[in-house]
């Protein structure tokens, strides 16, 4: 009976036997065709992604090792061949594609990386016109940033030295090629910027001979894109043969097509400087020329006049009037001096009559005076007011009605409307009336009513009430 019973799995034992049965059936290593869905790269830097066709979904994982070497950016859609293995995540009881290598389909990885990065940058800005600085006319200093062991150093070196040899050149060396190029050159750039206060650099040029696109690459990398486009130094691009076009090249303030052409792009031809100063002195000799004749001209025009031949005689006529203005101007102040002295001892006895101290002292005494009047004014008023006061005081307390209920009487009012009682039929049987006093209050209910006349007036009175 024992052996008829069928054997009990683990979930964790049925998880390794299909592991085992998927190593053992399937081939170690498996290219597989699809387009790239649902792709997400978590903080840890691993990659999760499923590969799908119009027909199936394979879920994918791709360690962070494997993924640096992905040189484009995937996205979801994205056709691509993946290399790797199959095998089995036994917590979750799934199967997995175990991503080790990713390149796009139809298309070069690299080719792609270089379109992804030239679409992201320009969205950026990093290669319109507006953010481009204008090259130096004239450049007495330029850096060069290339390996010092490849041909376009020299290259450069040449041709600046054929066409303005007037130019220092300073070195920078970097690798152009490999793993770490990128970041060098870079690198380089930014450090070439911090201490240009003691390079005095007027221009860079930044470049390598050709190659293959994987051997240009390092310009093709955004750290070296963004190095130059933060620079505040010029830069020309020189990359590769006339159709090599690097991200480098884009992002740089001019691009020269060979490391030849950018000496010839950065410094003037000093036979055509030369010629256009030749020129310039010529056409400044014969200026200075023609103005030294016509100053020549002006300056014997200027030396013929009345003046120089007889300086004194143009002074003789002011000098004459200067002595007549003279004599009239002193008895004129002496006139006015005597006519002022007079008018001053006229004031001096005028006020000598007055007494000024008699005059300060009568005017105390007339303030005094109507200080007086104005303080008994003042009083008088506030007496006649308090009279007004008092007077107001008792018309208010002969008028109010509680003077009037402190005498014996009482104001009778319905609870319901708080209508004051004047008739007997202004109320009904059983209805709540309060009563005034003089001090107090009393709430009573109506059990009869009759009436009484008067003459004229009609009072309402209560007989009984409650």
Known sequence: MARNVPKTYSVSEINAL??????????????????????????????????????????CVMWKSKFSAVKFAPEDGLAVLATGHIDVYEPAGRYQFYVDNLQPAGIGALQLAFEQMVKRLEAEGLFEEKYKKPLPRYPMRIGIVTSPSGAAFADIRDSIAHRWPCAKLSLFPVPVQGKEAAEEIARTIRQINRQNLRFRLDLLIVGRGGGSLEDLWAFNEET????????????????????????????????????????????????????????AQNRLILGLGSNLRFAQQRLATILANQVFRDPMGALGVPIQRLDELQMRLIPAIRQNCHALHRRLM????????????QVVANRRLRISELTGDLRQAIR????????????????????NPRSVL????????????GQVLLRDDQVGMGEEIAT?????????RVTKCSSEQKGDFSDGKTEKAE
């Open 18 to 59: 299909i592991r085992v049965t998927l190593e053992g059936s399937l081939p170690a290593r498996l290219t597989i065709a699809g387009q790239i869905s649902g792709f997400k790269r978590h903080s840890s830097g691993h990659c999760y992604f499923s590969l799908k066709d119009p027909n199936s979904l394979l879920t």
């Open 224 to 279: 070296v894109a963004r190095a130059i486009f933060d620079s505040q130094i010029p830069i020309i691009s020189a990359v590769g043969h006339e159709i090599d076009i690097t991200i480098a090249d884009l992002a740089a303030d001019a691009r020269a097509s060979t490391p030849t052409k950018a000496g010839v792009l950065a410094v003037p031809d000093i036979r055509e400087v030369m010629a256009v100063l030749s020129q």
């Open 346 to 357: 006229e004031a001096y006895e005028l006020l000598r009559r007055i007494e000024p101290r």
């Open 380 to 399: 008088a008023s506030v007496v006649q007011k308090q009279l007004q006061k008092t007077a107001l005081e008792n018309t208010l307390l002969a008028l």
């Open 406 to 417: 402190r005498r014996g009487y009482s104001i009778t009012t319905s609870r319901q409307t």
């Open 436 to 444: 005034e006093l003089a001090s107090g209050r009393i709430e009573s």
